[in-house]
């Protein structure tokens, strides 16, 4: 026996599923009228929206067109549906159902009825069409919008009902726009802006009021019972009163959770007031919502509130009061940025900026650099640049780089002289010490390996036979062209300015008894100056030394 299910296989059944979903009330995405089922709807569009060019060839009785029209004119009634009114098939007809006037409606001259858009002689009657706002006459191809009208053919938005028209009519409606209707909003988001600026005013200046009550009145009551016997209970009485009366609390008997990171209290997550704002929030050091800050840090902070006491003792200034972290925010976070904005930014800061900027340098040119090199080790030419000529830009490429760390390793050492202000800045120039340090190891190396290519280029000249190399220089000195001469002076002085550069790395390395460095240097200032002679050589009497 098979265990799978019959599907089932009663034709009635299928029919009434198929009857009860095709049923739901559909709605028509152009003009909205209600049809019953599907069905009607695609019809709908195709016919009344042109959806299908089908619609345009099939005659329909649906809209009848001028020439229908002064066929019934002498009859005595003008049926329902004509001139391309849409119909509201399906949908409940409405009592009030006024139809558009034909009086405008123009008619075809001598029977040969021409588009008054494309202006082709319709011979088939079927696919003429009258625009029910203009009254022109048109090919069914372009008459194919919808417009709201009311009886006397005028455009209504509001209660006309929906005709077609042709294109012409439908783009100089009023309001018309290409990419559909746009409302302008932004005189409401600006009243809105305002509002919430207001607001957000009005609370900052009413915690503000709150803080300076609050520390006033707190100070106050400390120097009142400074030498009471009771002074903690005391104190602890008043303070309260005090906060009581400055700020409303929120009622915590029904509050469970914290009112700005949403975490549920509990016996180790306790309920605190903020006594600026009333909110009740947590103190987790995780989420920072609430803390004990102290009457002085509280007033170093907002130093342009006018405080009756300026001048506090140590224990008056370390008394403390609770503050969320959003009152917070909106206390502090606009004054410190206004402070920092107004005091130009430290030395320390300066520098760095600066350190940075050579860096980014240094990073966007080794790519290149080392391309280039790449290109001279392989062998591998250039079309369009010699082998001496790709020496000078890697020589120039090198000068630019050297340079760049040079003003590097000088403005690591300007910071680290520095006298550090705060144990903030102590911590800066450390780690800018280490970083640099590190940046300049990291990336200097394909510098030092460089006058390899330099010998190398020197070494071919010297391992080709002795006569031919005598051969070659007499030539080269015979006929440097004024191009070569000037390229290789070019050359020639960008390696002297190199070889200076080195020989202050040198002097810097020996003084700070960096030996082993001291020793790479020299073997890249004796590669440099071999390099030099050669040119120097290949110039003779045209080297401008
Ligand atoms: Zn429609
Ligand atoms: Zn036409
Ligand atoms: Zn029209
Ligand atoms: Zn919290
Ligand atoms: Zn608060």
């Not at 009023?174 to 932004?186: A, P």
């Not at 503050?323 to 606009?334: A, D, E, N, Q, T």
Request: charged letters at 25%; aromatic letters at 6%; glycine letters at 4%.
């Amino acid at each position: 026996m098979s265990t799978t299910e019959e599907p089932p296989n009663d034709p009635l059944q299928q029919s009434n599923a198929y009857a009860s979903f095709a049923d739901i009330e559909v709605i028509c995405p152009v003009c909205s009228h209600s049809f019953l089922n599907l069905n009607s709807l695609n019809v709908h569009l195709d016919k009344d929206h042109g959806f299908s060019s089908e619609a345009i060839k099939e005659p329909t009785n649906s809209n009848k067109t001028a020439s229908d029209h002064l066929l019934s004119k002498h009859g005595s009634n003008i049926k329902s549906n004509t001139s391309g009114i849409l119909p509201n098939k399906g949908s409940k007809s409405n009592p009030n159902k006024q139809f558009i006037t034909h009086k405008h409606f123009k008619q075809p001259l001598d029977g040969k009825p021409k588009c008054y858009k494309c202006n082709t002689t319709i011979t088939n009657h079927s696919n003429l069409i009258n625009c029910n706002k203009c009254g022109e006459i048109f090919c069914k191809r372009d008459c194919k919008n919808v417009i709201k009208l009311d009886k006397n053919a005028k455009y209504d938005p509001r209660s006309g009902k929906f005709y077609l028209c042709c294109n012409n009519c439908f783009t100089s409606k009023t309001g018309y726009k290409d990419m559909g209707r746009t409302v302008d909003l932004t005189g409401d988001f600006t009243q809105f802006r305002n509002l919430m600026i207001g607001d957000k005013m009005l609370t900052t200046l009413q915690l503000e009021n709150r803080l300076v009550k609050l520390i006033d009145g707190s100070i106050t009551i400390y120097r009142k019972y400074k030498d009471s016997l009771f002074f903690a209970v005391k104190v602890r009485l008043e303070i309260a009163k005090l906060e009581s009366s400055v700020t409303p609390w929120k009622y915590d008997y029904n509050v469970s959770d914290c009112y700005i990171c949403l975490q549920p209290f509990n016996i180790t997550n306790r309920k605190h007031h903020c006594r600026l704002c009333g909110n009740i929030v947590c103190e987790k050091e995780t989420t920072n919502c609430s803390n004990n800050v102290t009457i002085e840090t509280l007033m170093n902070a907002s130093s342009d509130l006018s405080y009756k006491e300026t001048n506090l003792t140590s224990e008056e200034a370390d008394q403390h009061i609770r503050v969320c972290s959003r009152c917070i925010h909106s206390l502090f976070i606009p004054r410190k940025f206004k402070q920092e904005s107004n005091n130009p930014p430290p030395l320390l800061i300066k520098l760095l900026e600066k350190l940075n900027d050579i860096a980014s340098v240094i990073i966007n040119t080794l790519p290149i650099f080392k391309e280039r090199v790449k290109i001279i080790e392989l062998g591998d030419k250039d079309p369009s640049i010699t082998k001496d000529e790709n020496l000078i830009k890697v020589a120039q490429l090198r000068n630019k780089l050297l340079r760049a760390f040079a003003l590097y390793n000088d403005t690591s050492r300007q910071i680290n002289l520095l006298k550090p202000q705060t144990l903030e800045e102590t911590k800066i120039q450390n780690s800018i010490k280490q970083v640099s340090t590190k940046f300049i190891t990291d990336n200097i190396l394909p510098l030092k390996s460089l006058p390899g290519i330099f010998t190398d280029a020197t070494n071919n000249t010297n391992n080709s036979p002795p006569e031919l190399n005598s051969l070659t220089e007499v030539t080269f000195n015979n006929n440097l062209t004024i191009k070569e001469v000037k390229q290789y002076r070019e050359e020639l002085m960008v390696l002297k300015e190199q070889s200076f550069l080195v020989q202050g790395m040198i002097d810097t390395a020996k003084k700070q008894r960096q030996f082993e460095e001291v020793g790479s240097l020299n073997k890249n200032l004796s590669e440099l100056k071999t390099r030099e002679s050669h040119i120097e050589k290949l110039l003779g009497d045209k080297s401008f030394t």
